[in-house]
């Protein structure tokens, strides 16, 4: 497909950009898959109006990358097309092909497969811009993240806590799960204040996969506001989830 008639891109692993469409669809069901000369973008606000994930893939990330110039956008309904595409191995790329009307999905490995959708219509939602202000700022392993959720699983809130800048404490169900610098859990730390903000456990385990992407991410929040979770991917693709804390 050329240019001029819509978009093509190849992504070098079909696991991570699967991995990045359910992500998305536990946030929203339907999306638009803005597709632009010099990135794939996505912004979506779960129906709650709780979260907000956005994801730029930068056109460096792709191995191909052919859109017109104007663009385009491209309407998925996560909710059909994730029940139907197999789970990608490693190795496996990806090829996107779309217009105004269709969609497709080459899955390319050992045995090619080909999936073709049409575009649906998303209604147009006006997502401001954040402003948020944060009082700590904490890059953290992943797989530290990951350990405390599955730790405190089935607490339903998650109270995150930051009384020094030597350490992070999760609370939930009674348990309380440290991260610290000793221990290597926290990487860098950004500190003006102790916070403290408790998060709803099910919209927090909503980003979990990506942690399987990345080695580390990092955490912003001020007391009960917003938390913020930024996945920074290789290839310079970036994942931010925004999360209203717990009313």
Same mark, same amino acid.
């Given at each position: 497909m050329s240019s001029s008639e819509g978009a093509y891109f190849e992504y070098p692993s079909a696991k991570t950009f699967l991995t990045l469409l359910e992500v998305i669809g536990e946030v929203a069901d339907e999306v638009l898959l803005d597709v632009g000369p010099e990135a794939v973008q996505v912004r979506a606000l779960d129906p709650a109006r709780l979260s907000l994930i956005e994801i730029r893939i930068p056109s460096s990330a792709f191995t191909q990358y052919d859109v017109r110039p104007q663009g385009l956008k491209v309407g998925l309904n996560l909710s059909s097309l994730l029940k139907v595409l197999p789970k990608p191995k490693k190795g496996e790329v990806l090829k996107f092909s779309a217009d105004e009307s269709f969609y497709s999905l080459l899955i390319e490995g050992v045995a090619p497969k080909l999936f073709r959708f049409r575009s649906i219509e998303v209604p147009v939602e006006e997502i401001p811009e954040l402003s948020l202000e944060f009082k700590v700022r904490a890059r953290i392993l992943s797989k530290a993240f990951k350990q405390a959720l599955t730790d405190l699983k089935g607490s339903g809130a998650i109270e995150i806590e930051?009384?020094?800048?030597?350490?992070?404490?999760?609370?939930?169900?009674?348990? &309380?799960?440290?991260? !610290?610098?000793? %221990?290597?859990?926290? @990487?860098?730390? /950004?500190?003006?204040?102790? #916070?403290?903000?408790? =998060?709803?456990?099910?919209?927090?385990?909503?980003?979990?996969?990506?942690?399987?992407?990345?080695?580390?991410? &990092?955490?912003?929040? !001020?007391?009960? %506001?917003?938390?913020? @979770?930024?996945? /920074?991917?290789?290839?310079? #693709?970036?994942?931010? =989830?925004?999360?209203?804390?717990?009313?």
């Open positions: 930051v009384p020094v800048a030597d350490y992070i404490l999760f609370k939930g169900g009674g348990s &309380t799960v440290k991260m !610290s610098r000793v %221990s290597g859990s926290i @990487i860098d730390i /950004e500190f003006e204040e102790s #916070v403290r903000s408790v =998060y709803e456990e099910s919209y927090l385990v909503k980003v979990l996969p990506l942690s399987t992407l990345t080695d580390s991410l &990092t955490l912003e929040l !001020s007391s009960s %506001s917003p938390l913020r @979770i930024t996945f /920074e991917i290789p290839g310079d #693709v970036v994942v931010r =989830y925004t999360l209203a804390p717990q009313a």
